[in-house]
């Protein structure tokens, strides 16, 4: 679909994508959020990124990965010699859990069909899933993301790449660096000119 589709197609359905999320009220995390954050970026990025959920900054803005967690989110787009309007992020839920909670398996299957939408339409070469939690959603669920962080996965034609979601360096150190080598990885997947199966 995405290949037949001109750059305007692109945007039409992208709207109306976000428009969907905008209004959706399909779980319970719709009656507690201020904003859903349905993503920003570009719609040709070859890197997407996906995160686990809005938090009180991201709820109160409407945009992913603003507050704390952001400027070290930022910082490593950075490293990969990208900006962050010139790549895709967006999470697992659209909306806040309360309190920050981990989400549910049954909000994050509520909102699955919104991210496969996005996946579809941008059709990134590289998906980064940072944390646990879109790890096990997009990847696999018995996988320890101590184990398998900054190790591509080939998966329906696109890279999976793990890495520690940025909150987690706020509080361990140690994550930090696992985090900055794990995107100086990233970068050199995103490097390679093709990928090599074609
Ligand atoms: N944490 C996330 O997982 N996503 C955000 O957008 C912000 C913080």
Redesign the pocket.
């Known amino acids: 679909m995405a290949a037949l589709a001109t750059p305007d197609d692109r945007k039409i359905i992208y709207r109306d994508i976000q428009h969907q999320i905008l209004s959706c009220n399909r779980c319970q995390l719709s009656t507690t959020r201020k904003h859903a954050?349905p993503g920003e970026g570009r719609l040709d990025s070859n890197v997407l990124f996906v995160?686990?959920?809005?938090?009180e900054q991201?709820d109160l803005r409407g945009l992913?990965?603003v507050?704390a967690?952001?400027k070290l989110l930022d910082q490593l787009i950075r490293s990969l010699g990208r900006t962050r309007p010139e790549v895709y992020i967006t999470?697992l839920v659209k909306c806040r859990p309360p309190g920050n909670r981990d989400p549910l398996p049954e909000e994050i299957n509520a909102c699955r069909p919104y991210l496969i939408a996005q996946i579809g339409l941008i059709c990134p070469r590289v998906i980064c899933t940072?944390?646990r939690h879109a790890l096990h959603a997009l990847i696999n669920p018995t996988w320890s993301i101590s184990s398998v962080h900054g190790r591509a996965v080939q998966k329906d034609g696109i890279f999976f790449f793990p890495t520690f979601?940025p909150?987690a360096a706020l509080y361990h150190p140690a994550s930090k660096e696992d985090l900055i080598n794990d995107f100086l990885r990233l970068k050199a997947l995103l490097q390679q000119e093709k990928p090599p199966w074609i």
Do not use: D, T
Request: aromatic share 6%; net charge negative; no cysteine.
């Open positions: 954050v995160g686990e959920g809005p938090g991201e992913p990965f507050g967690a952001g999470n940072l944390g979601h909150a």
